[in-house]
């Protein structure tokens, strides 16, 4: 089905530990998102790329970085992993970082730093 | 700056109708979106208003008020499956900037 695909589903790491967070559209859409939720807190904006080749800070780019590695992919990297980034983290994705597109979610990566 | 503000609860029983509000303060923004999340998992997309007034998809429908700086989803008939946590976010006017979301508000849905 296309859509948005995120690996992995669920992850464990230590504090310290650093992990890459993949995303992958199939929609052909230039515009791209990490965000991550949290209990009582929404969700809240960390990086995005408007389209291949450019990256922004959101709300809450300390300790994330990102690639665009190409117009279907958009990785989210922790170098350096605390229990304060233990989150659920999802992408989407949008035709552009338009006005009235709505986004597309992937299913979420579950991550827990012990 | 940008805040949206809307309840972290609302309760209802099958077959009523409920609305959730949204209220911002932001300087500039181009329009006012919903998402549904049911729990575990992914956010969906349900509506986008640009215009002040309501748009309707179905049970749902969304309005939205620029000159008193809210908006709200309406949700009709409701059923148990409508359970779900509700989000508005707005896309700010600033140039090259992704959406804001809400904390979100809880639908519990009885029988």
């Known amino acids: 089905n296309a859509g948005v695909t995120q690996t992995p589903k669920f992850q464990v790491l230590k504090t310290g530990q650093s992990m890459t967070l993949q995303c992958a559209q199939d929609?052909?859409?230039?515009?791209m998102y990490w965000y991550r939720q949290d209990p009582g807190m929404g969700l809240r904006l960390i990086y995005y790329?408007?389209?291949?080749?450019?990256?922004d800070k959101g709300e809450v780019p300390n300790g994330y970085n990102v690639s665009r590695l190409n117009k279907r992919e958009f990785s989210l990297r922790l170098e350096s992993a605390a229990p304060s980034q233990t989150s659920v983290y999802f992408c989407?994705?949008?035709?552009?970082?338009?006005?009235?597109?709505?986004?597309?979610f992937g299913s979420g990566t579950r991550l827990t730093v012990v | 700056g940008q805040s949206l503000e809307q309840p972290s609860e609302v309760t209802a029983v099958e077959g009523a109708i409920v609305q959730i509000n949204c209220t911002y303060q932001?300087?500039?923004?181009?329009?006012l979106s919903w998402y549904q999340q049911h729990d575990g998992g992914a956010p969906t997309f349900l509506s986008y208003?640009?215009?002040?007034g309501l748009e309707e998809t179905g049970r749902f429908s969304s309005f939205l008020s620029r000159s008193d700086s809210y908006g709200y989803l309406l949700l009709q008939e409701l059923q148990m499956k409508d359970s779900a946590s509700y989000f508005c976010?707005?896309?700010?006017?600033?140039?090259?900037?992704?959406?804001?979301f809400g904390k979100g508000t809880t639908l519990s849905v009885s029988s």
């Open positions: 989407a994705s949008s035709p552009d970082l338009g006005r009235n597109y709505g986004y597309t």
């Open positions: 929609m052909n859409h230039n515009s």
């Open positions: 976010a707005e896309n700010p006017r600033q140039a090259g900037t992704a959406l804001i």
């Open positions: 790329s408007a389209s291949e080749g450019t990256t």
């Open positions: 932001t300087s500039g923004f181009y329009g």
């Open positions: 208003n640009a215009l002040d």
